[in-house]
């Protein structure tokens, strides 16, 4: 029902970003591209009318500003994923009634090279037999390998468990060494455009 006054203007689309996408202040310290969001993405969804749902940081919610960067192992224990499902069930059940409602989910939008949230690149070991933990002044190395951060695979799951698996997904990159934004962009104007993704 429309106010005789107002007229609604709802786009009735919806498209999931991964925390940072809105807000670089909740990254590791040292790795933000932009000062708040990242601008070129923010616009191009601005530009189309779509509503932005900015999902929660699970590594901020965790473990706070001041934590360390972390390879997707160190955060591979079950207290962080019960953590990770939590917000999922949370994320997914909102899917779930924007589409009872009618509307059009374009997608989700993770980040590559993020542990937890990575979608096609994050970062390992560079020795997959090193135990990872211990005191600061000795950290092993790291490399950006393909896979799926630990979010990203219980956001997957939580998906699938509901019959929803065939919402898209696309990630933007957090920088040059996992990714090209200018591809990103162009794997999210498809999105809004009802494009499949190839």
Known sequence: MEHSKVSDQRSHQVIFLSHCCLNQNAKVRGIASYPGAITPLVELLLKTGVGIYQMPCPEMAY?????????KDQ???PMFRRHCQKIAETIVDQVENYLQCGYRILGFVMMDGSPVCGLNRIPQPKNPEQLWGGM???????????????YCEILLAELDRRGLKDIPFVASPEFDEVGELD???EDIRKLVRGEEQA
Not at 63 to 71: A, I, S, T
Not at 136 to 150: D, L
Request: glycine share 14%; aromatic share 16%.
């Open 75 to 77: 955060y591979n224990n």
């Open 136 to 150: 600061t002044w000795y950290v092993p190395e790291s490399e950006y390998r393909e896979g799926k951060g630990n």
């Open 183 to 185: 591809c990103a962009l």
């Open 63 to 71: 473990l706070g500003n001041m934590r360390w960067g972390q390879v």
